[in-house]
């Protein structure tokens, strides 16, 4: 059973639109959370972190975490074509030198 | 633009061979992971070092693969008798203490015929 479960799978946004997915966690230990983004081709590049209750927003990228429930999601508002990619959310026991647990990945399509 | 440097891009190799690949990792980053994703973009945590010193590792590693992170030189993933299923991306992050975020080189890409 993966630790970290993403969701949805893949989705397809309008240019300019919304997209939100999101991460749950099976594992009470992890503490910190990051959300990755990964072109093709490429290695993932961390987009933000968060690690309080609430909600985090750095420029389009909005995350909200809920650590009662392990959940975690990421919205992207007004979508560029640049924004296609798969998006990870990665989780960790603490805060040093500890490897990340992925999910699973969305892959984004933004349409335009 | 990555900063973490993978050496190669791309590996192929026949089963059973040895198969290395290098990282040099971010300036002034003291801690170096290597993960291994797979065709179906799920993430493995293989190794990190602090330094030169081994953190954690999983079993996997400790039987077939090896690592190390040598002072003033690249550090190093091998697989010492590569099969059909070591076939993946392998990548290399490294990161400052407490807290701080990993970054990700481009990865090597490792096929194994």
């Known amino acids: 059973q993966q630790k970290v479960q993403q969701s949805p799978e893949s989705l397809s946004v309008p240019e300019g639109g919304m997209a939100s997915f999101n991460c749950t966690s099976s594992?009470?230990?992890?503490?910190y959370f990051w959300w990755y983004r990964q072109h093709s081709g490429e290695g993932p590049k961390a987009l933000m972190?968060?690690?309080?209750?609430g909600d985090k927003k750095e420029g389009r990228f909005t995350a909200h975490l809920n650590k009662a429930s392990l959940h975690v999601s990421l919205h992207i508002r007004d979508s560029q074509p640049s924004d296609s990619a798969l998006y990870f959310c990665a989780a960790s026991e603490t805060g040093f030198a500890s490897a990340l647990t992925f999910g699973s990945g969305t892959k984004v399509i933004v349409l335009p | 633009n990555s900063k973490v440097i993978q050496t190669p891009r791309y590996l192929v190799k026949g089963q059973g061979q040895k198969a290395k690949m290098r990282c040099i990792p971010e300036k002034g980053h003291p801690v170096v992971f290597w993960y291994q994703q797979n065709k179906n973009n799920e993430f493995k945590f293989l190794i990190n070092?602090?330094?030169?010193?081994?953190?954690?590792q999983i079993d996997m590693t400790e039987k077939r693969f090896s690592a190390e992170c040598p002072s003033n030189s690249p550090c190093s993933l091998e697989i010492q008798s590569s099969e059909a299923g070591d076939s993946a991306l392998y990548l290399c992050?490294?990161?400052?203490?407490?807290?701080?975020?990993?970054?990700f080189g481009p990865g090597t890409r490792l096929t194994v015929l």
């Open positions: 992050a490294s990161s400052l203490l407490g807290g701080a975020g990993q970054y």
């Open positions: 972190s968060i690690f309080s209750d």
């Open positions: 594992d009470r230990n992890f503490q």
């Open positions: 070092f602090q330094n030169q010193e081994v953190l954690q």
